[in-house]
């Protein structure tokens, strides 16, 4: 009988992380000061980030080591494992081989931790001892809260308001860690402060929420700020699936054709994507690369390329990227990592040179995919990556119609087990697909810095 799992040892977690910039055929756009519009260096993120992240941040070498305690960690469920979708391959009735790599099995049932670890790691060494953050969907506030409890920190998160309504659990999770959650926007803040009065009954907003996290960490003496997505240095952290990934794929005899995964600021895409891409860079491979949102949310398929905040206050550097706008405030779909208003810098660039592809779903037709996935999987994906099920499983109808035996890996980047009240609406055909109108995108991108 052929294997279906593919499975690492210890030893196989990897020693460092891969970081692709200095292996672009392109120099990305440097961050600009938002008062002067002049590009700044890394003193411009000194006030919420500590020096070890900033080096990373704007490193250009291939290779970071990864520290001993954090691959210590990391060993609570790294390697993850690979499996190939033999069940799904038949629902399908495809030649595509279909595999994907299950990162749900980390203590917070998401990928997240492969970057919660180590910014913890790193802000405990420099004396710091509350970290905040923002999360959507909980997965990233869950998995700082479980790093701030493997380090020792304090852990404050803004939670954005609908998220925190519609997913009581993993605001439970993060408490039962120990964090401090709130529902963003609050009056805990002047950017929370100011939203309520213009917007009592807001739903909140990634952006609103990052706000929020940076005026707290810039206003305490013994605080720093948090990043789940978006950032190089961040996407450097996740790279550890990708690199597990390629050895498992040879385990398995086979090399990716194409490689997807769901993109909201572009983390586990990244992660995924970034050391398969190196091959296409420097080794003469020719794997696709597509990265999908939701339609309600279409940064990379209908945003514009150019420089924006990172929140909604306008406080960060501006980055150049994909956006909708800094003010923009996505729908409430349940995918509640995947609605931000920008992504990151490294992914937009690579969007725009032509390098990955772009693909935008409807809320149902991505959660009849992740139905269809759980019943011949047996995994309850997350919404977010049901995004990414959507595109799998389009690519490999595409291949049954051609009769092409093409390989086809994914990120399957978490669980769905606290997101069963969203798989209830859509089986009671409650959900609500969302979709922007150019109109509504116009008005979104007429506040835009430049």
């Given amino acids: 009988m052929e294997p279906t799992k593919f499975v690492l040892g210890d030893e196989h977690i990897p020693q460092s992380w891969y970081n692709i910039v200095p292996d672009l055929p392109f120099a990305l756009e ?3 000061d938002p008062a002067t519009r002049e590009p700044v260096g890394p003193e411009a993120f ?3 980030f500590p020096r070890a992240i900033i080096e990373q941040e704007v490193s250009a070498e291939p290779r970071v080591p990864i520290p001993e305690e954090v691959r210590k960690i990391y060993g609570l469920w790294r390697p993850t494992p690979l499996f190939r979708a033999r069940r799904l391959e038949r629902l399908l009735d495809t030649p595509a081989r279909i595999y994907y790599k299950y990162e749900g099995v980390s203590p917070t049932g998401s990928h ?16 710091v001892r509350r ?24 852990c404050t998160v803004y939670m954005v308001r609908v998220s925190y309504d519609q997913k009581p659990y993993r605001r439970i999770m993060m408490q039962t860690y120990g964090a401090d959650v709130h529902a963003s926007p609050t009056d805990l803040t002047q950017a929370g402060r100011r939203i309520l009065e213009e917007h009592p009954d807001s739903p909140g907003s990634l952006g609103i929420a990052i706000s929020e996290a940076v005026e707290d960490a810039v206003g305490s003496e013994d605080a720093k700020y948090s990043l789940g997505s978006v950032l190089n240095h961040v996407l450097l952290h996740q790279t550890v699936i990708g690199q597990e990934a390629i050895e498992q794929m040879e385990l398995a005899g086979e090399y990716p054709d194409v490689v997807v995964g769901c993109a909201g600021g572009g983390s586990n895409f990244g992660g995924i994507a970034f050391p398969f ?11 696709r690369f597509i990265a999908v949102e939701p339609a309600s949310c279409p940064t990379l398929t209908k945003g514009r390329f150019t420089y924006d905040f990172g929140d909604t206050a306008g406080t960060t550097p501006l980055m150049k990227m994909y956006t909708l706008g800094h003010s923009f405030v996505p729908a409430g779909i349940h995918a509640g990592g995947l609605r931000y208003h ?19 779903y409807l809320q149902n037709e991505t959660f009849e995919a992740g139905v269809a996935f759980a019943r011949a999987e047996g995994i309850v994906p997350a919404p977010e990556v049901n995004h990414a099920i959507k595109a799998v499983m389009d690519l490999a109808l595409e291949a049954r119609e051609a ?25 009671a055909g409650e959900l609500v697909d969302l979709q922007l109108s150019q109109e509504e995108i116009d008005r979104a991108l007429e506040g835009l810095p430049i």
């Avoid at 700082?144 to 304090?154: D, I, N, T, V």
């Avoid at 920008?342 to 935008?360: K, T």
């Fill in 30 to 32: 440097p961050p600009l």
């Fill in 46 to 48: 000194a006030p919420i």
């Fill in 112 to 127: 997240k931790p492969n970057t919660a670890v180590p910014q913890a790691y790193y802000n405990r060494e420099e004396g």
């Fill in 131 to 154: 970290l905040t953050t923002e999360t959507g969907a909980g997965q990233w506030g869950s998995s700082l809260a479980f790093a701030c409890r493997q380090m020792g920190l304090e």
């Fill in 277 to 287: 891409l190196r091959e296409n860079l420097l080794n003469g491979r020719d794997t």
């Fill in 342 to 360: 920008g992504d990151s810098p490294i992914l937009s660039a690579l969007v725009h040179e032509g390098l990955v592809e772009a693909r935008a």
């Fill in 403 to 427: 009769g092409e035996g093409r390989v086809i890996l994914f990120n399957m980047c978490g669980h769905g087990h606290f997101d069963l009240s969203a798989y209830e609406r859509y089986l």
